[in-house]
């Protein structure tokens, strides 16, 4: 289960730019993922993007739960808010609930030299303001050298690897995609902090469709729907 737990952090940890693209999502209102372990659904990953003028805010919730002989082993709550100004990230809020332990990080900008100011319940400090911190919609996340953790603002660095061109079949719908593998570029971690993740993007518009990696149980992030 600690295992789990580890993996789970990593997949959440990943991803945002202090400059992002997010352009690329205009027409974007609202995104949800279904989440499977061993090709069993567990829960969901919402986004609603809420645009006020040239204010951006992306509100997301994940809620998921394993069970075994219908017993919960372990339960997973979180809620996040990032948010834009023209384009430019301007602060991000999470917290997190993961059975009965607590996690949290805040993210702003040092208005004096742009960097990114942390306040998380695992890391505290500045970052560099090329870092990205948040989820997987924003397909910029293949451009950073590290990623800030969206729960407990811990840095990742990591090495993105563009693995070719896919058709992707969801339900009854096939994605033309951009295959890229994530992994942490510190050798020397344990092989349960380690981030190995495969993430496919729509090659037209860049809509995130899936997620994939393998660690106590095969995890598929799959897109269910969006607007």
Request: proline share 0%.
């Amino acid at each position: 289960m600690k295992k789990i737990i580890l993996l789970i952090i990593i997949l959440f940890s990943s991803n945002f730019h202090a400059i992002s693209h997010v352009q690329h999502y205009q027409n974007i209102n609202y995104l949800e993922y279904e989440l499977f372990r061993n090709n069993q659904s567990i829960g969901y990953h919402k986004y609603d993007f809420i645009r006020n003028g040239e204010n951006l805010s992306i509100i997301s919730e994940v809620n998921f739960k394993i069970t075994k002989l219908g017993v919960d082993l372990y339960k997973y709550f979180a809620k996040s808010e990032e948010n834009y100004k023209k384009g430019i990230f301007n602060s991000y809020t999470s917290e997190t609930k993961q059975n009965k332990k607590d996690r949290y990080v805040n993210i702003n900008v040092d208005t004096a030299d742009k960097s990114l100011i942390i306040d998380g319940s695992s890391y505290k400090g500045k970052a560099d303001k090329e870092f990205i911190v948040g989820t997987w919609w924003n397909h910029e996340i293949v451009n950073a050298k590290a990623q800030i953790s969206g729960i407990s603002g811990r840095i990742i660095e990591q090495t993105v690897t563009f693995i070719g061109k896919e058709e992707v079949k969801i339900g009854n719908k096939t994605y033309k995609t951009l295959h890229f593998n994530f992994k942490s570029s510190d050798e020397t971690l344990p092989d349960s902090k380690k981030l190995n993740t495969d993430i496919w993007y729509d090659e037209d518009t860049y809509l995130w469709v899936k997620a994939a990696f393998e660690k106590t149980g095969y995890w598929e992030y799959r897109l269910k729907t969006y607007k």
